[in-house]
């Protein structure tokens, strides 16, 4: 079937933008409406159904349940008042509205008896001129999504993640649309694992830059000193934060992609499966990520000690040669009426060679050695 062998090239853009979006949908809101629905729109047939003003919740189930087709329904930071109508209009699990409302959650699949709940943890990479200590390098949202039988609910949480540019895809996509809800959830779950990929892509290039630093030589070819354990550490949280919303995440793909389920279509369901092993290949990338940033920490502490070390032999060097002309400036300085070569017109510079030639004997047999 040509729609399906054409599934991945509707939904998937070529390159995901890490530019942050933070427009809300286009439409016209209804003032009886909630303020955090930002688009409520019927489809039937594949096709967005025109209406003069921005539907309200009730107005487009009552539509869909009258002529067909199901309501796909998109809120921003609803507040539990806010979503207490819509929950009830759909008949949504209370333990699912709580989570919705509260945000927060871990990514995960749960199914009721006439819906589907999922959590998905957005990434956006923070753009930056300079790694710091403090640099913010990943940025966390969230999705939620009610799947049920002729509605689709997506609930989002923070300033980035917007399904705006995803809707219009969609609704240039028919034939697509058709298959119903669970096409809008393998969409949504392909968009967010697809984030996941060119995140993982900036953040390796931040890694190989802070790689490079340390095992740069320093000057003359010598030992590096290495970079600031504290750029390391804050880019093992920001890896860890990543690492948090993409592990997860693999399970419910799994899930979706194996076990039947009646609110999914057979031809949506076979595509989760190229999301869950799009979505390894990143968990598995993290995971490296993680791995190499303990071995780079590791061989920055470990020049560190290095060059300390190379700065205790030089102490220790030059506090040897100087040990000798110590010694014997302490000799001759004893007030004594009996001593050698004090009344000897030459002793001054005898001896003064005499500690010179040593000292520089000291200095180059050190220098031979590496001390200095």
Same mark, same amino acid.
């Given at each position: ?79 539990? /008042?806010?979503?207490?109508? =819509? %929950? ?7 333990? #699912? !509205?709580? &989570? $919705? @409302? *509260? ?79 669970? /096409?809008?959830?393998?969409? =949504? %779950? ?7 990929? #060119? !995140?993982? &892509? $900036? @953040? *390796? ?98 020049? $560190? ?68």
């Amino acid at each position: 079937m040509s729609m399906i062998r054409d599934l991945r090239a509707a939904v998937r853009p070529s390159r995901p933008s890490l530019r942050k979006d933070t427009g809300a949908y286009d439409a016209t809101r209804d003032p009886s409406t909630p303020s955090a629905v930002v688009d409520c729109a019927v489809y039937r047939d594949g096709r967005r159904v025109e209406t003069d003003q921005q539907l309200s919740p009730h107005e487009a189930m009552r539509q869909v349940r009258r002529d067909g087709g199901f309501v796909w329904i998109g809120l921003h930071e609803p507040s539990e /008042a806010e979503f207490s109508g =819509i %929950a009830g209009e759909f008949g949504l699990h209370p333990l #699912a !509205v709580e &989570d $919705a @409302v *509260q945000a927060h959650q871990r990514p995960k699949l749960e199914r009721y008896d006439d819906s589907l709940f999922t959590v998905f943890k957005t990434i956006h990479y923070v753009e930056h001129d300079e790694l710091t200590a403090n640099s913010e390098i990943v940025e966390t949202g969230e999705v939620m999504c009610f799947t049920g039988r002729d509605f689709f609910i997506t609930v989002r949480h923070g300033g980035q993640g917007s399904l705006r540019a995803l809707r219009h895809r969609l609704q240039d996509d028919p034939e697509l649309l058709a298959k119903g809800p669970s /096409a809008v959830l393998h969409s =949504i %779950a392909d968009h967010v694992v697809d984030g996941y990929v #060119a !995140v993982a &892509d $900036a @953040v *390796q290039d931040d890694i190989d830059e802070v790689e490079t630093e340390v095992f740069t030589p320093g000057r003359g070819g010598k030992v590096s000193r290495g970079v600031d354990s504290a750029r390391i550490y804050q880019l093992k949280r920001e890896v860890l934060e990543f690492k948090r919303a993409v592990a997860p995440l693999l399970r419910p793909m799994q899930l979706l992609s194996e076990r039947p389920m009646r609110l999914v279509d057979p031809d949506i369901q076979k595509y989760f499966r190229d999301v869950a092993d799009h979505l390894a290949r990143v968990q598995e990338q993290v995971l490296g990520f993680d791995e190499l940033l303990n071995s780079i920490l590791q061989a920055n502490l470990a020049q $560190a000690s290095v060059a300390q070390n190379e700065d205790m032999r030089k102490i220790t060097s030059w506090a040897a040669i100087i040990a000798v002309p110590t010694m014997v400036c302490g000799v001759y300085g004893m007030n004594f009426d009996y001593m050698p070569e004090t009344h000897w017109k030459l002793g001054y510079p005898v001896i003064m060679a005499i500690t010179g030639v040593i000292c520089l004997g000291i200095h180059r047999t050190l220098k031979r050695n590496g001390w200095l």
